[in-house]
């Protein structure tokens, strides 16, 4: 597709389920961010991916937390026995190659919007 | 830790008023400064960009400036207009030169 597009748009869970989330990138984009935006905090990484592999899953904020990369494109944000404080928006990125070598330019998607009752 | 601060909003102007978001950020080394906008249902794009001190980024009529005595970065646009209504997030690209760290961003309403 023409941007990155993420699914579900809105998914409401009850505590303790497992959820997931998924990100189709830009075509050809190798580098690929998972961030999160939680009211009043911002935007926080949670995990980087060159091609499948990811150097970086310093942000994943516990073992609850993990997300995958197949082919070079879609990856999937895994969130396992949902709390209150993983409702959240979900953010993916794509960029042609970690933004050290381009121009900075992240490409986002609308994000997931996660509630858990 | 790379850091970025943003003035709290929310921010509500008038059309055609003067537009300062300011921004200031931690970081070692010499850190890449961008600005990104998310409009409303959309997903956040680039605004402009800075890569080293005194660098001024410009777009749509904002502009920054690269301040490394004062590590700022801060956003101005001269007249402001209803469909700048949007949320405004400073980031920067640090010693860890594949990600950016964003600030919390700041959320403009501009009323005709």
């Known amino acids: 597709g023409a941007g990155v597009s993420q699914s579900p748009s809105n998914k409401v869970t009850e505590k303790g389920k497992d959820v997931e989330l998924r990100c189709d990138p830009i075509?050809?984009?190798?580098?690929l961010y998972w961030y999160r935006q939680s009211l009043g905090q911002g935007l926080e990484f949670l995990i980087y991916f060159q091609g499948n592999s990811a150097p970086d899953k310093s942000g994943l904020p516990s073992d609850r937390f993990s997300a995958e990369r197949t082919g070079g494109s879609v990856s999937t944000l895994t969130i396992q026995r949902t709390q209150q404080e993983d409702s959240a928006v979900y953010l993916c990125?794509?960029?042609?190659?970690?933004?050290?070598?381009?121009?900075?330019?992240?490409?986002f998607g609308e994000g997931s919007r996660l509630t858990v009752l | 830790g790379d850091s970025v601060t943003q003035m709290e909003g929310p921010v509500t102007l008038s059309e055609e008023a003067f537009l300062t978001i300011n921004c200031t950020y931690t970081a070692t080394g010499y850190p890449s400064l961008f600005w990104y906008v998310q409009y409303p249902g959309e997903g956040l794009q680039l605004l402009l960009k800075?890569?080293?001190?005194?660098d001024k980024g410009s777009n749509k009529g904002f502009e920054a400036t690269y301040r490394k005595e004062t590590t700022s970065f801060h956003l101005e646009k001269g007249s402001v207009q209803v469909s700048d209504s949007a949320v405004y997030f400073c980031a920067l690209r640090g010693g860890s030169n594949y990600k950016l760290t964003f600030g919390k961003g700041t959320l403009l309403t501009v009323n005709p």
């Open positions: 075509s050809g984009h190798t580098a």
């Open positions: 800075a890569t080293k001190a005194d």
């Open positions: 990125a794509s960029s042609l190659g970690a933004v050290g070598l381009n121009t900075g330019e992240l490409f």
